[in-house]
Nanobody
Framework: QVQLVESGGGSVQAGGSLRLSCTGS??????MGWFRQAPGRQREGVAS???????KYSDFVNGRFAIAQDNAKSILYLQMSALDAEDTAVYYC????????????????????WGQGTQVTVS
């Protein structure tokens, strides 16, 4: 049973940067995503990377974040910069099997493997 484990969260001042890591990624045929959930809000997609390395981002990222994957080490990254208070949330990595029935990388229901989350607090 492969598990996803996030790390790298913490507290940072507005304008600062963090790099999140997710070990255990790199499943054959799976795309990977980063999601986040703030208190009282629904979980939302942040970024995704597919099996050939194509990346997608939600509009609120606005060029501030970058998703990357080291397949040799099975580590997924989310480099975040220019953080603001709105980015405060628990961040999760997740894996989704790629098949024609997928509707959107933003749909959390399509992801079958999840990490436990890592807290990011921006003040």
């Amino acid at each position: 049973q492969v598990q996803l484990v996030e790390s790298g969260g913490g507290s940072v001042q507005a304008g600062g940067s963090l790099r999140l890591s997710c070990t255990g990624s790199g499943y054959r045929g799976y795309s990977m995503g980063w999601f986040r959930q703030a208190p009282g809000r629904q979980r939302e997609g942040v970024a995704s990377i597919d099996v050939v390395g194509r990346t997608k981002y939600s509009d609120f990222v606005n060029g501030r974040f970058a998703i990357a994957q080291d397949n040799a080490k099975s580590i997924l990254y989310l480099q975040m910069s220019a953080l603001d208070a709105e980015d405060t949330a628990v961040y999760y990595c997740a894996a989704r099997l790629e098949w024609p029935g997928n509707l959107s990388w933003r749909r959390s229901e399509e992801y079958t493997k999840w990490g436990q989350g890592t807290q990011v607090t921006v003040s």
